[in-house]
């Protein structure tokens, strides 16, 4: 097949929070408000659960709030389709700049998973935590994920499963020692090579590589956000999630 390619190769997903809204107690709808990501999670199904949009200090610049419902295991995440296939679209860049009012009763995941159903579940369908045991569910992934389950449990862990390169079920294995501060913004990047060779870094520091991390032949989705870990409502204030890499010509 010929490749006809144009001027429009790279291809950018951003979410800055300046406008749209999925309205905490409203219709309860799953939503496709953003412009370049849906909204999905079991919270999103009711009506304590959703995004807003901060317009109070300190939280400017245009700031998410990602707002869970109050059920173990239900959360709001934004996603792209499943759409990215590291191989011929590679290097592919994720990043976020998030930070948390507490760290207590909840979960967390950042990264490009081959789960991005409206219902999904971090610790249903991807992975859990519960002391320094990490149970692998999602057959392909790989992010940042950090659990208060966990004994270490204000601190971001980098997770994947699919590729040559087996992930750790022992937590203190994956543990980047970068603990988050609550009330404090961290800058959390996740590069992904055309062979599924993975780089974590945390506010611009390279905390860990992994050679053949995911299988970068599967077709996977971008995902962040954040999910309740008891039955109370939780929140993550989002500054921005971008999504980078290149289009494939040979489709």
Known sequence: MTEIQSEFGDIEWKEDFSGPELLVAG??????????????GDGTAENDSGI??????????GVGILTTTDETAHGVHLATALCIKPS?????????????ADLDAKAGFMGLSIENGDELSIEDDLINGVTTTLTLTGTHFAGFFWDEGLTDDEDLHAVYNG?????????????????????????R??????????????????????????????????????????SSIEYAYLDYFIVKCHRDWNI
């Open 163 to 187: 590729g040559d390169t087996a992930c750790s079920t022992t937590s203190t294995n994956q543990d980047l020692d970068c603990d988050m501060v609550a009330g404090e913004f961290q800058i």
């Open 189 to 230: 990047r996740l590069e992904v090579d055309e062979n599924g060779t993975c780089r974590w870094y945390v506010d611009g520091k390279l905390k860990k590589t992994v050679v053949d991390a995911i299988d970068p032949d599967q077709v996977l989705a971008a995902i962040c956000g954040v999910e309740s870990k008891a």
């Open 88 to 100: 011929t679209m590679g290097p592919v860049v994720l990043e976020e700049r998030v930070q948390y």
């Open 27 to 40: 219709t309860g709808a799953s939503g496709n408000i953003f412009k370049d990501f849906r909204v999905i």
């Open 52 to 61: 807003t949009v901060s317009e109070t200090d300190p939280y400017m610049n």
